[in-house]
């Protein structure tokens, strides 16, 4: 069965088991996003023309933030009600105001967890983040927490079962209280929405995902 369809320079998008993991992963699941072939093991599909390009720290690719996106055969957070998702990236001046540069979403299915940046006038940034689990959905709209553009950056959401919290720079800036049953099978969008909108202009360089809630002395250095 076709689960999604993107429009244009998109592919049809693989299909895959909706039913949650019986066993979901008890060790933390780290993507490096390094290449355009395979991130975690997974197939990914091109979408535009992203980049590799080198940093300090690594390989990272870096998006243009007109039509440049990966999409990415799998889904980390599946089967998981508690997590903690953490990505490093590097958002870049004059891109677009609204950004969807991450976003994680079962096959068949409105569910998702999904990472936003929204610039403002005075060339900052700031973190949007949006959990959607059937009809339990909350935002956190942190736009009194101003970050600069052109440097590695860290966020993260946190899910412990009945709150849902996120963090920049370890940082916490919003919480909320959110219930959500585990996510299925599905696939993950990198550098935009899985409909090709809202596209990301920077770099991304690595992603984690670890069953359970991290603290912020145990996050990921950007």
């Not at 699941?29 to 690594?58: A, F, M, Q």
Request: proline content about 6%.
């Amino acid at each position: 069965m076709q689960k999604f369809i993107l429009a244009s320079s998109a592919v049809l998008l693989l299909s895959g088991d909706a039913s949650l993991s019986a066993d979901p992963p008890k060790e933390p699941v780290v993507w490096n996003v390094d290449n355009l072939e395979s991130i975690g093991g997974h197939k990914v599909t091109v979408v535009g023309k992203p980049r590799v390009i080198e940093t300090d720290n690594g390989k990272a690719v870096e998006f243009d933030g007109k039509a440049d996106g990966l999409i990415v055969a799998g889904n980390p957070l599946e089967g998981l009600k508690e997590f903690t998702v953490e990505v490093v990236f590097r958002p870049t001046a004059n891109g677009p105001k609204e950004q969807r540069f991450l976003h994680f979403q079962p096959n068949d299915s409105e569910d998702r967890v999904l990472f936003e940046t929204r610039l403002t006038p005075e060339g900052k940034w700031f973190l949007d983040t949006y959990v959607q689990s059937g009809k339990e959905k909350k935002t956190l709209f942190a736009e009194k927490f101003l970050h600069p553009l052109g440097t590695w950056q860290h966020a993260a959401i946190v899910m412990d079962g009945k709150t849902m919290r996120h963090y920049v720079g370890g940082k916490e800036e919003l919480t909320a209280e959110l219930q959500i049953t585990p996510l299925a099978a599905g696939q993950t969008s990198i550098g935009m929405r899985f409909n090709q909108v809202f596209w990301y202009q920077g770099a991304i360089r690595q992603i984690r995902v670890t069953p359970g809630v991290l603290k912020p002395e145990a996050f990921l250095k950007p």
